[in-house]
């Protein structure tokens, strides 16, 4: 009988905060994994691969600061390594799944993939990584996901205000 492969999920954290109006939100990589991610998607199978958290990147400030912009450089700092990551990780042939960190990360994590998306359309070698649904029977994997998702958060904010785990 032949083996047929799982398909990937890559876990990167994206501990960011500075676009968030309160403090707290570059603990979600840390409460996501204590919550069990990881072990749910598994047990969905797939392979899943945990890239760890991104660092806090340097900060360059390469030009002036529009107006009413709060944090720009560390914000373009941020963008800017969660991009070149994003691709790397598209390019893997992994679902790339971003955990963070405030709404701010939705730039770089966007923008990467995109990037690699295009390139491959380009190259003539587009094709959806294994596990992203493609017709309409793979969609229930999707919305294991989704629930994979809204459970593991679930399980984090309940832990965290202290009160046991679904």
Known sequence: MPTIDKPRI??????????????????GPSALRTAGIARLLEQLEFSVEDHGDIPRPAIVADGPTPQNAKYYDEVKSWIRVLSEHAFTLARS??????????HSLSM??????????????????????????????????LRQLEFVRRSAAGAALDSTNGLETR
């Open 108 to 141: 770089g994590s966007v923008n990467g993939v995109a990037r690699y998306w295009q390139q491959a359309e380009r190259a003539g070698a587009a094709k959806a990584p294994a596990g992203v649904p493609t017709n309409p029977e793979e969609t229930e994997r």
């Open 93 to 102: 042939g992994a679902l790339p799944i971003f955990m963070g960190g405030d």
């Open 10 to 27: 890559a876990l990167l954290g994206v501990p960011i905060e500075i676009g968030a109006s309160q403090a707290g939100t570059l603990m």
